[in-house]
């Protein structure tokens, strides 16, 4: 990646430890020494996670969008700033850490949050009327209103697939029914075949027609369904179509995933060294472990006091060493 005029943003992504021991600066030694030699930065775990989950996106409908406690993601975050410029920062998390290059962590599926400024003011449509009011209260509005969308269709989904359930039963007992009438009246050679017969006749050929586009209907189903699933263990390109039923989820799943958790308000008013102004932090963030080797590390971050302690260590530590 070629260098940078500005200074603003870095080549590298720094991930500080230890922001739980600020007044333990062994034990965040400590947390750092175990990490290089892991080789693994790890993503936060929530007890009812399934085991094997590599990334998890948990949703409270009753949290605040634009107090960021609506989604969250448990991914491994980052800061994208020069290592000369580390000050506020290490004054929120800490002394200790280590950057690895920005294209590594792009492999890995790091991208940046999105800021939105909560303060901000914007308009808003309700009732024929438009009304001047902060970003954070258009989300929060806006957010309910979608949340209330994708319950409905959800409801609508499983009332529809309840209403189809229902019909294909009573489809397949009034085939049973007709069968019944039709057998004494056929076999009877001895009569001609009159109206009522043909009618039942048409009846007994349009439920079969309407069977038989069902099970149309559920053989495409289960096919995109094994799809879906054999490009889940395979994600090679884009996921295959489905039918709009099974799109809505997607969708759904994909925002919240890959844009929703990704949101990050903050008060624009708050002072820049403030631990709530989260603009300063220049987040990014993985979706899932970051697995490295020690060669891969391009800096590590510690006090001066522990630079023997760190060297003694690491012998074969190539990247640099700021004594912050």
């Not at 509005?141 to 609508?156: G, H, K």
């Not at 699933?229 to 090679?236: C, L, M, N, R, S």
């Amino acid at each position: 990646m070629a260098s940078h005029t500005q200074r603003y943003i870095s080549n590298d992504l720094s991930h500080f430890v230890g922001r739980d021991l600020l007044e333990d600066p062994q034990a965040q030694y400590e947390r750092l020494k175990a990490i290089l030699h892991e080789g693994e930065l790890r993503r936060p775990r929530r007890s009812d996670e399934q085991e094997g989950t590599i990334y998890a996106v948990h949703v409270d409908a009753e949290g605040s969008i634009s107090r960021n406690e609506m989604y969250f993601g448990t991914a491994v975050c980052f800061c994208d700033i020069p290592s000369a410029d580390l000050r506020i920062h290490i004054g929120k998390y800490g002394r200790f850490g280590l950057a690895l290059p920005k294209t590594f962590l792009i492999r890995s599926g790091a991208s940046p949050v999105f800021y939105i400024a909560r303060n901000a003011r914007t308009s808003l449509h309700t009732a024929s009327l438009w009304h001047d009011i902060p970003l954070g209260d258009a989300f929060e509005a806006e957010f309910a209103a979608y949340l209330e969308f994708v319950e409905r269709r959800s409801v609508i989904e499983r009332e529809t697939f309840s209403k189809g359930l229902r019909a294909s039963m009573h489809r397949s007992q009034r085939i049973g029914e007709l069968l019944s009438e039709l057998t004494p009246l056929l076999a009877d050679s001895s009569q001609t075949p009159g109206e009522g017969v043909t009618e039942l006749v048409s009846e007994l050929s349009q439920l079969r027609e309407e069977e038989a586009a069902d099970r149309e209907r559920s053989r495409r189903g289960f096919e995109e369904l094994e799809a879906l699933t054999a490009w889940a263990e395979e994600p090679i390109g884009p996921p295959p179509r489905t039918s709009s039923a099974l799109e809505m989820g997607q969708i759904n799943s994909f925002l919240a995933m890959h844009v929703f958790s990704f949101f990050k308000f903050f008060d624009a008013s708050l002072e820049e060294a403030d631990p709530d102004n989260y603009y300063m932090e220049r987040e990014w963030r993985t979706p899932g472990d970051v697995e490295f080797a020690l060669d891969d590390v391009r800096s590590v971050f510690l006090p001066e006091a522990f630079a023997e302690t760190f060297a003694s260590e690491f012998p074969h530590f190539r990247g640099q060493r700021f004594f912050l």
